[in-house]
């Protein structure tokens, strides 16, 4: 019996979803295989991309075009630098700090596996379990870390190498991107799309990741614990990797104020943090990014999972942006793709009045 319409037509849409899922699978063996330069690369993009507004607002003040892109590219470094040296910093303290506690935190160990085995854990599979968490293995690991810089040495100088590139690339850019306007428009309106969603997202990210820092030293300072200016710096720079960032920053402030000042520093530690953390970045933060470049938890996290599985601790960073690239080429630029704004726009109504709009002077 011939298959009927709807048969023939459910055929083709099969073919292309496994062919779409193929390549897509493909797509992510390259970039991970090419992680180590493919990050990089696309850091640097994203830095110059945020930056670029200098540059056009120099040029409007009569600034040669040339020299605009030099002090673009400088912004970046200086701002690059500053990151760099306030991680290799604040690692540095905590390390430094870790062995003053090493006997608490050996005792913590010793009564957290106690009591497991008072609650009826088996002493052996308990012992197999929390060996990965040795506490000595624990520290040795923290101490490694220095050791193991000279690979993020490498992505810096890649990192550096495309920003000089890039600014060479400045002074033009704006009309490479009106020429591809011209021809592609629908690309065109998906490249200014993405321009435009991830520097609001790096400009937006850093201010109220300062604000967050900022409280969270206050706060610890005033508590009482110990480098109370490295854990805000920490909370900072954390901050850039989304939906886990906080649990990272927290935890290193958490079991200090724990081992120096007793348990109820610590609860108030959680709970301080918790409390900033929901009310700038959940409840204040969301009405300055705009919901037009958002997307869901659901699918914020999937994209670090994701991501982190391809890029490595570079894709961490890069999640989001990576995300939005994905989604300003693909379902922005296709009339028939954007459906899938229903399903991953945090605001799909305002994703779709952003997707109409042409408008390339942002860009």
């Avoid at 991107?177 to 998906?190: L, N």
Wanted: some cysteine.
């Amino acid at each position: 019996m011939a298959p009927g319409p709807e048969g023939t037509a459910a055929q083709p849409r099969f073919n292309i979803v496994v062919i779409g899922l193929a390549a897509s699978l493909v797509c992510l063996l390259v970039l991970r295989e090419f992680a180590g330069i493919i990050g990089p690369l696309f850091l640097a993009l994203n830095l110059m991309i945020t930056a670029y507004p200098v540059h056009t607002w120099l040029v409007r003040k009569g600034t040669p075009s040339w020299l605009s892109a030099v002090v673009v590219s400088l912004t970046v470094f200086a701002v690059l630098l500053a990151i760099v040296v306030g991680l290799i910093w604040s690692v540095t303290e905590m390390i430094s700090l870790m062995p003053q506690y090493s006997r608490e935190f050996i005792q913590l160990y010793d009564q957290v596996v106690d009591q497991f085995i008072r609650w009826g854990f088996d002493a052996n599979a308990l012992e197999n379990l929390m060996s990965s968490l040795d506490p000595t293995r624990l520290l040795g690991a923290a101490t490694s870390v220095v050791s193991g810089a000279s690979g993020a040495v490498g992505l810096i100088g890649i990192v550096v190498a495309a920003i000089v590139f890039l600014a060479m690339d400045t002074p033009g850019m704006e009309r490479r991107i009106r020429m591809i306007a011209t021809s592609r428009s629908k690309i065109g309106v998906a490249m200014g799309s993405f321009a435009r969603g991830v520097r609001r997202y790096w400009l937006v990210t850093t201010i109220f990741g300062l604000i967050v820092a900022v409280l969270d030293g206050i706060a610890l300072a005033l508590m009482g614990v110990p480098l109370a200016l490295v854990w805000a710096l920490f909370s900072f720079l954390t901050n850039y990797i989304p939906n886990i960032g906080f649990v990272i920053g927290l935890i290193p402030p958490a079991l200090v104020a724990l081992f120096a000042n007793g348990w109820q520093t610590a609860l108030a530690v959680i709970i301080i943090y918790s409390v900033l953390n929901f009310v700038v970045q959940s409840i204040i933060q969301p009405r300055f990014t705009g919901e037009s470049v958002g997307v869901t938890p659901t699918t914020s996290f999937v994209s670090l999972l994701l991501w982190t599985a391809v890029l490595g601790g570079m894709g961490t960073l890069l999640a989001l942006p990576l995300t939005l690239l994905v989604k300003s080429l693909l379902i922005d630029a296709d009339p028939r793709a954007r459906w899938a704004n229903a399903l991953i726009a945090s605001d799909p109504v305002s994703a779709e009045d952003a997707d109409s709009d042409d408008d390339m002077a942002q860009f």
